[in-house]
């Protein structure tokens, strides 16, 4: 399963950025997506899902400031991230769940630093 994640990068405090996620069609449209992060030091934590529905789950520390979606012309779940803060700084990977199976893009890295 191949997830190619798009648009990390450099970021000063308070400003905002967008992840996308390309994934294949199947694996797209049979699926719930995520996104999960990883900072410096620290285990992989969950972020926000989408479901094939269309329903999002949020971890509590970016509710209200961060929203998931999918675009499904494009087979992409898009990470909308706002007000981004230091502590938002991690390699963010795109995830799916296959029978059992956890998968995980190469990861973006996004850098929260005036």
């Known amino acids: 399963v191949q997830l190619v994640e798009f648009g990390g990068g450099l970021v000063q405090p308070g400003e905002s950025r967008r992840l996308s996620c390309a994934a294949p069609?199947?694996?797209?449209?049979?699926?719930?997506m995520d996104w999960y992060r990883q900072a410096p030091g620290k285990q992989r934590e969950f972020v926000a899902q989408?479901?094939?529905?269309?329903?999002?789950n949020y971890v509590d520390s970016v509710k209200g400031l961060f929203s998931i979606s999918r675009d499904n012309s494009r087979n992409t779940v898009l990470l909308q991230m706002n007000y981004l803060k230091p502590e938002d700084t991690a390699v963010y990977f795109c995830s799916v769940r296959l029978y059992g199976v956890r998968y995980w893009g190469q990861g973006t890295q996004v850098t929260v630093s005036s």
């Open positions: 989408v479901t094939i529905g269309g329903d999002t």
């Open positions: 069609s199947r694996i797209f449209s049979l699926n719930n």
